[in-house]
């Protein structure tokens, strides 16, 4: 039996076989459908276990001649690091379609890492990643310096609370701006505009991995996908 064809979630280009695909038309990163990702929620668990232990090994290796006192003095510390990262959920919001290059810079406070770059019929393309903290980052795709497109993976909390009997409320053609009423905010996971229409996926996550992928584009929504809801 043919393999099934992937395609572009925003453009609709075919795409090559891979988890994670960067679309060569429009720049979206195009990762396997909603019901594949569940390892998402295993790693964040992993690397946030990690973190918990690394911290309890540093207080395990102080002078047992220091006050307790100091403790959260220095898990204080470390948090405050962490929240200082501007690769966050919040810039991540913040970066626009038509943004130049040097925008992003600015709001980031760093230079990407150039992961692709093409150029076709005189459009040159080029895709910039920055990593956050554990497994987060972000990737923002330039034409002709300016932002066409923007992806992220783990900058946000994986703590939604969404059920199955809330999604069966969620029907095509709503706004974000109702589902929202229904589902809450979520987080945006891509967006993209290509020949004037802006195209979103938003997903809504539980703890347990259970999620929902919503897709919009022009502010209706056109495709929804969920995983393990109950």
């Not at 405050?80 to 040097?102: A, P, Q, R």
Request: charged content about 20%; glycine content about 10%; aromatic content about 6%.
């Amino acid at each position: 039996m043919a393999n099934k064809i992937r395609t572009c979630k925003s453009c609709g280009e075919e795409l090559e076989k891979g988890s994670k695909v960067t679309c060569p038309k429009c720049g979206t990163v195009n990762t396997k459908p909603v019901y594949t990702r569940a390892w998402f929620i295993i790693l964040c668990i992993v690397v946030a276990l990690g973190v918990i232990g690394s911290l309890g090994g540093k207080d395990d290796s102080d002078n047992s001649s220091k006050s307790a006192s100091t403790e959260p003095a220095t898990q204080e510390t470390a948090s405050k690091d962490v929240e200082e990262s501007k690769i966050n959920y919040d810039n991540f919001l913040s970066i626009n379609m038509g943004s130049s290059y040097t925008d992003v810079v600015a709001l980031l406070g760093e230079d990407g890492s150039e992961t692709s770059s093409s150029e076709i019929a005189g459009i040159k393309t080029v895709i910039y990643t920055w990593s956050g903290s554990g497994i987060a980052n972000m990737n923002v795709t330039i034409q002709n310096d300016k932002v066409v497109s923007k992806a992220q993976l783990g900058l946000k909390d994986a703590n939604d609370g969404i059920t199955l009997e809330k999604y069966n409320q969620i029907k095509e053609g709503m706004t974000y701006a109702q589902v929202k009423d229904i589902l809450g905010e979520g987080q945006l996971l891509s967006e993209a505009e290509t020949m004037g229409i802006q195209s979103s996926v938003y997903e809504w996550i539980n703890k347990n991995g259970a999620n929902a992928n919503l897709t919009f584009q022009g502010d209706k929504l056109q495709m929804k996908a969920q995983f393990n809801l109950e």
